[in-house]
């Protein structure tokens, strides 16, 4: 499956954007999919992952109430709507695709085999 980040821009603190991930492939419902990102000089870290049928999502504690997951199967979409943006959430977020079972929730890197290109979010404060 080939993914296709967008939707990031410059957002003053307390914002919001909404980030669009575009999956091609006939095969997009056999995968969880997961949004993480990546701030200059830190490690990739994990957002918000969603389950295949989108009946099961998980935030990471430092996006909890601010950020949503979401899918749209028929469109081979996931979201990810960021609300209450904060100067720390400033990184390039990428949308992944996970072939790994769910449960358990993967939140870990290893556990996605596709990834997209990266999509810039940047926070004024």
């Known amino acids: 499956v080939q993914l296709q980040a967008s939707g990031g821009g410059l957002v003053q603190a307390g914002g919001s954007l909404r980030l669009s991930c575009a999956a091609s492939?006939?095969?997009?419902?056999?995968?969880?999919m997961g949004w993480f990102r990546q701030a200059p000089g830190k490690e990739r870290e994990f957002v918000a992952a969603?389950?295949?049928?989108?009946?099961?999502?998980y935030h990471a504690e430092s996006v909890k109430g601010r950020f949503t997951i979401s899918r749209d199967t028929a469109k081979n979409m996931v979201y990810l709507q960021m609300n209450s943006l904060k100067y720390e959430d400033t990184a390039v977020y990428y949308c992944?695709?996970?072939?790994?079972?769910?449960?358990?929730?993967?939140?870990?890197?290893?556990?996605?085999?596709?990834w997209g290109q990266g999509t810039q979010v940047t926070v004024s404060s």
């Open positions: 992944a695709a996970a072939s790994t079972p769910w449960p358990p929730v993967p939140t870990y890197l290893s556990g996605y085999s596709y």
């Open positions: 969603i389950s295949r049928s989108a009946g099961q999502s």
């Open positions: 492939g006939r095969t997009f419902s056999s995968y969880a």
